[in-house]
Nanobody, 122 residues
Framework: QVQVVEYGGGLAHAGPSLRLSCAAA????????MAWYRQAPGKQRESVAA???????IYADSVKGRFTISRDNATNTVYLQMNSLKPEDTAVYYC????????????????WGQGTQVTVSS
């Protein structure tokens, strides 16, 4: 099976930066888009940022200018650099990857990371 593993979460005070990482492992053909979602207490899961295989990006308005998504295709890793963190950024962050399992397939499947807690205190 394919595994998507996140790391880099933790506790941060408002202002400092935090970097999340997410790597896909296992047997698969390729990865298309990769993205970060988050779910704050009492709120629905929302998209944060996404990046295509070729580097195109999109951000939620709430994080635009503060967060940067990037990826390294050689290591199948996506990053989320979070600057100027605010208490409202507190949430469980989830990595998502669109993965083609076999060479020649056109269908990609969504795989989710386990979620990592980011807590920002003031």
């Amino acid at each position: 099976q394919v595994q998507v593993v996140e790391y880099g979460g933790g506790l941060a005070h408002a202002g400092p930066s935090l970097r999340l990482s997410c790597a896909a492992a296992g047997r698969f053909a390729s990865i298309y888009a990769m993205a970060w979602y988050r779910q704050a207490p009492g709120k629905q899961r929302e998209s944060v940022a996404a990046i295509t295989r070729t580097g195109g990006t999109i951000y939620a308005d709430s994080v635009k200018g503060r967060f940067t998504i990037s990826r390294d295709n050689a290591t199948n890793t996506v990053y989320l650099q979070m600057n100027s963190l605010k208490p409202e950024d507190t949430a469980v962050y989830y990595c998502n990857a669109e993965i083609v399992h076999r060479v020649g397939d056109v269908q990609a499947y969504e795989h989710w990371g386990q979620g990592t807690q980011v807590t920002v205190s003031s």
